[in-house]
């Protein structure tokens, strides 16, 4: 079988490419299209891209076509089966086009959990849009794959044939973080935090959606005495968090180191107590992997894509009502007043992990494709 994926760049989660390296009677191919048409819309949601300071395109099949679609249909004549990230993007509408036409087997993705869709979404495309992607994934495509529990329920509600939907795990590359995590760990030494002293720890962008001022909010609201806020990102909201942090009187409390590499992500995760995830619309959200995996639990709010195949109440976190500042809060507390116990916590969330992996992604893929009779 010949398998072409097709994508605008790279991630974080290209781990899945490198197993498929050794499987049998499969033959695949990375196409980066390297542009998108509406990229002025994605600006502020890019601001973390330099972060990335690893090879991501070590370890596997892969061709960067730099905007040019003939080098991204030529390489569709080749396959037999094209999964396609996304279809917003003219290059990706060629591409299905193109792919339709030569009768190939077509697997879409979506990360979608609201009839929102995006960030962007909006206007009239709302009323329409549930008539649309019913007749995308159940006729258009032969599957759809979704990264959580969450999306899948949401494309069942839009009338979605489950029978179309395979959930593939959304991942990281669990060997990097492994790997950075066997580099000292100097950060509570670096940012002068004493070794019993409580971390709580924020990283995403400072936008809107992403709601960091919650997570300030809340800080203020606990018993801080013995505890600090990291707060890692940028973003237009810099100014307004510094502010805010100012005027609640806890800026000796809360460390702002910015973007951080992602080689050094991991020290930071590990050398929290647990993480804080507050956006209002997040399809899914890598941080909360990222965190499980360095051994530290999250406090989430419920619009959160991965809270229900991630979260478990009690076990590797816990989850509350957007924008609900008191009751994020009082979870919070509970940190402060329960260590040992979110430390267990923090190892449940480890192995929780295992069951949401790289390899589990590459495992449902492959069990989709035999399904179908396309592997042998």
């Not at 759809?144 to 590359?173: H, N, R």
């Amino acid at each position: 079988m010949n398998l072409l994926y097709i994508g605008e760049k790279p991630i974080q989660n290209t781990k899945p490419y490198k197993l498929l390296n050794t499987v049998k009677n499969l033959s695949y191919k990375v196409v980066y299209t390297g542009t998108v048409s509406n990229i002025n819309k994605y600006n502020n949601e890019r601001i973390n891209q330099a972060a990335f300071n690893h090879n991501l395109f070590e370890g596997y099949n892969y061709i960067n076509a730099n905007g040019n679609e003939n080098t991204v249909l030529n390489e569709i004549k080749e396959c037999d089966v094209m999964v396609v990230y996304g279809h917003y993007d003219k290059i990706f509408k060629k591409a299905l086009l193109r792919g339709k036409l030569l009768g190939k087997k077509i697997i879409l993705t979506t990360d979608a959990t609201t009839i929102l869709g995006s960030y962007e979404s909006g206007g009239w495309k709302i009323k329409f849009k549930p008539l649309f992607l019913k007749l995308l994934y159940n006729v258009f495509a032969n599957a759809v794959f979704v990264p959580s529990t969450v999306s899948k329920k949401f494309l069942q509600s839009v009338g979605v044939k489950e029978s179309k939907i395979v959930t593939t795990p959304y991942v990281v590359d669990e060997d990097y973080l492994q790997t950075s995590l066997q580099k000292q760990n100097n950060i509570r030494e670096k940012h002068n935090i004493n070794s019993t002293t409580i971390v709580f720890v924020f990283c995403a962008k400072f936008l809107e959606r992403k709601k960091p001022l919650d997570a300030i909010e809340a800080f203020s609201k606990i018993n801080n005495s013995n505890a600090v806020l990291i707060m890692i990102g940028d973003g237009p909201l810099k100014e307004t968090i510094q502010n805010k942090i100012a005027t609640l009187n806890i800026s000796h409390k809360v460390i702002m180191p910015g973007i951080v590499t992602y080689s050094d992500l991991p020290l930071y995760y590990a050398a929290s107590n647990v993480l804080l995830f507050t956006s209002s619309h997040e399809p899914y959200g890598l941080p909360v992997n990222e965190a499980m995996l360095c051994g530290i639990p999250a406090i989430v709010s419920d619009s959160i894509g991965a809270r229900l195949d991630l979260v478990k109440n009690g076990e590797t976190g816990f989850t509350y009502t957007t924008g609900n500042v008191d009751e994020l809060a009082s979870f919070m507390q509970q940190v402060i007043d329960k260590p040992e116990f979110f430390k267990q916590m923090g190892n449940n969330a480890k192995q929780q992990m295992k069951k949401w992996s790289s390899e589990v992604n590459v495992e449902n893929q492959l069990n989709f494709f035999k399904q179908k009779g396309w592997l042998k």
